[in-house]
Nanobody
Framework: VQLQASGGGLVQAGDSLRLSCAAS????????VGWFRQAPGEEREFVAS????????YYSDSMKGRFTVSRDNAKNMVYLQMNSLKPEDTALYYC???????????????WGQGTQVTVSS
């Protein structure tokens, strides 16, 4: 599976942004997919993930209620809708497939390149 993330940018606090991740590979629909982020000087952090069923969607506590992860298997796409953005959401956001490592996941088999999200105060 190859992943290509896009949609990052510079926004103000309180704004919304939607990240997209285009996946290639015929087996995409069989993987759980999600997003991680990494701020400068910080460790990589789990953001959200979803399996192929909506009831298997998980969020980091700090993003629950503000972020929504979704997927469109017909289009091989993964999305992250981010609302009420805060300056502390500033980070490089990575899409990933085949997440593992516990609850929350800590790693993934496949990674996209990061897309930068910067939230100004």
């Amino acid at each position: 599976v190859q992943l290509q993330a896009s949609g990052g940018g510079l926004v103000q606090a309180g704004d919304s942004l939607r990240l997209s991740c285009a996946a290639s590979g015929r087996t995409f629909s069989t993987y759980n997919v999600g997003w991680f982020r990494q701020a400068p000087g910080e460790e990589r952090e789990f953001v959200a993930s979803t399996g192929w069923r909506v009831e298997t969607t998980y969020y980091s506590d700090s993003m629950k209620g503000r972020f929504t992860v979704s997927r469109d298997n017909a289009k091989n796409m993964v999305y992250l809708q981010m609302n009420s953005l805060k300056p502390e959401d500033t980070a490089l956001y990575y899409c990933a497939a085949g997440l593992f490592g516990g609850s929350p996941p800590t790693d993934a088999h496949y990674w996209g390149q990061g897309t930068q999200v910067t939230v100004s105060s």
